[in-house]
């Protein structure tokens, strides 16, 4: 298998949703912002500051999909590397996996592949 087999492959599997992210699960996403703005006030400072850079995060993904963009697999190894540490960590890790992300948009652009 070559590497864009394998990044063809992992990126069909992540668009494999399952139930409990679709609209009315547990986890789906909160379309209203008054919900979502509820949300963020009851969590304690640093938690809400790493829901922030996810949810930049999340944002910036939804980005380069809708503009047909690739991102390279890497990304996501960086955040699921990033769960692993503390939380401060975390935090400032997600917040450079975004500044990296925000960087590539111009050679995204250009229609080269992004990577971490």
Do not use: W
Not at 41 to 66: D, G, H, I, M, W
Not at 85 to 92: G, W
């Amino acid at each position: 298998m070559t590497d864009q087999d394998s990044n063809d492959t992992r990126s069909a599997k992540l668009k494999q949703r399952p139930s409990h992210l679709e609209v009315g699960g547990k986890f789906a996403p909160i379309e209203n912002r008054f919900e979502y703005e509820k949300g963020m006030e009851s969590l304690p400072p640093q938690e809400r500051e790493l829901v922030k850079e996810l949810t930049n995060f999340a944002e910036l993904c939804k980005y380069f999909e809708e503009h047909n963009r690739k991102l390279d697999v890497s990304f996501a190894e960086a955040v699921k590397q990033a769960a692993k540490l503390p939380l401060e960590e975390r935090t400032a890790r997600i917040r450079e996996i975004n500044q990296r992300l925000m960087a590539a948009l111009e050679d995204a652009g250009e229609g080269t592949q992004v990577r971490n």
